[in-house]
């Protein structure tokens, strides 16, 4: 059983006590701290939490708790966690881990020179869909994977903070351009280097400083390409979807807006229907358990289980420094309008081994590009001729 102790009471520290508290089980959320007094003494009250605190410092070192969970704002997660190394305590920070790799390195710093354990809180790499198509991944089910692309967009977030550029590091990107960033290196594996990136960023529709739409490639050392798409103005409620196009097979995933509960009413029932749904009646799609659709149950069994037998969970700050490296470059080629590189300090990933698929050879002269089945019957070899790259056609049955 571990003794957490949880900063922030907003929607992330919901979401994570629901989890924790309801979940696993065996673990208590023991201490949870927020700056607004009647608000964490009310959701320690509905959450049969035993202490509660304004005061971070005081949760942070309560001396019945080893592990710290932030999921505060983006500009308290540097202070809460550097002071949580310092408390000697293992610490699971929310992403984005920093507004930007600077902040993230020294986050990664201060962990690892306290050599306290960390785990990065990526949620969306952990839903139960994900998992199953990363095993298949891994499997070499689709072969060699060639291409990620990544969607999350919604009308755009709950809180003020999100909307101040300085507090947040940036908008849709660093929201949730960290998600489908996290989701590419997991297709593509994480021992392969991003490279460098192009990315469009613009404010469409809110009238704010940061981008509320942008579109990003990164090229992997690979060859493979991780494509994220992100909106803070789409209509219609959360819309989180994944595509993996590799050399042997293909995987598309819809995590949230339509995953097989569709409900219609005229009435509605007043209340909450799902994270950034826009209305309650009419036709619904309301997610089953959304918590476990989100990823958090089989986020925490990793990171608690991790913690509890010595070993690192699949997500570790040193992540979350890397998908801040990859949105710092985002942000400058935004403005640059071009390609530029992911400057890492520190690369630990072993290098991707690329397999080449040798193609099949046909006649001795040929190398087969592509057999097509035509609809009169007929089955043609597309051909490409070895020594003087000319492409054929070959009719090779009737
Ligand atoms: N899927 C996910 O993993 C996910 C989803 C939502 C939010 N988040 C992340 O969680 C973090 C918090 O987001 P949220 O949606 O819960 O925000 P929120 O605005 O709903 O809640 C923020 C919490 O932090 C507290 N707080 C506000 N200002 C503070 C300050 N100056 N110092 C200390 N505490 C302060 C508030 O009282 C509140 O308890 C962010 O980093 C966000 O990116 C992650």
Not at 104 to 115: F, I, R, S, T
Not at 202 to 209: G, Q, R, S, W
Request: glycine residues 10%; hydrophobic residues 40%; charged residues 25%.
């Amino acid at each position: 059983m571990r003794k957490i102790t949880m900063l922030g009471t907003g929607l992330i520290g919901m979401f994570y006590t629901m989890t924790l508290q309801r979940h696993r089980g065996r673990d208590e959320v023991h201490v949870v701290y927020s700056p607004t007094k009647d608000h964490v003494k009310s959701f320690a009250e509905e959450w049969g939490i035993p202490k509660w605190t304004t005061d971070m410092a005081e949760a942070i070192n309560d001396p019945e708790t080893d592990v710290v969970v932030v999921g505060l704002p983006n500009f308290v997660h540097k202070e809460a966690v550097v002071m949580a190394a310092e408390a000697g305590k293992a610490v699971l920070c929310t992403k984005p881990l920093g507004r930007n790799a600077a902040e993230a390195k020294a986050m990664l710093d201060a962990v690892e020179k306290a050599g306290v354990f960390h785990g990065y809180l990526e949620d969306l790499v952990y839903t139960p869909k994900m998992l199953k198509s990363l095993q298949f991944v891994k499997d070499g089910a689709i072969g060699r994977v060639l291409w990620v692309r990544s969607r999350e967009t919604h009308g755009g977030p709950h809180g003020a903070w999100f909307w101040d550029v300085e507090l947040a590091g940036g908008g849709a990107i660093i929201d949730m351009g960290c998600h489908c960033i996290e989701i590419a290196r997991s297709f593509v594996g994480k021992d392969n280097k991003p490279l460098e990136v192009m990315c469009w960023a613009d404010t469409l529709v809110h009238p704010i400083e940061a981008e509320d739409h942008g579109i990003g490639l990164i090229r992997f050392e690979s060859g493979a390409v991780g494509q994220f798409e992100v909106s803070w103005a789409f209509r219609g409620g959360m819309d989180l979807r994944d595509e993996v196009s590799g050399t042997e097979g293909t995987i598309w995933i819809n995590h949230f807006l339509r995953t097989g509960l569709e409900l219609f009413t005229a009435v509605g029932r007043k209340g909450y229907v799902s994270e950034k749904a826009e209305g309650e009646t009419g036709w619904l799609f309301p997610v089953g358990d959304e918590v476990h659709e989100l990823g958090y149950p089989d986020m925490f069994t990793d990171m608690l289980n991790a913690l509890d037998s010595g070993s690192e969970p699949a997500e570790t700050f040193y992540d979350g420094y890397v998908v801040n490296a990859i949105m710092d470059a985002c942000y400058r080629s935004a403005k640059s309008k071009r390609w530029e590189p992911v400057e890492l300090e520190v690369w630990k990933g072993a290098g991707q081994p690329v397999e080449e698929k040798r193609p099949v050879e046909y006649e001795d002269k040929y190398v087969v590009i592509k057999e097509e089945h035509m609809p009169d019957g007929r089955t043609k070899l597309i051909l490409k001729d070895k020594e003087t790259n000319r492409v054929i056609e070959k009719v090779v049955s009737k």
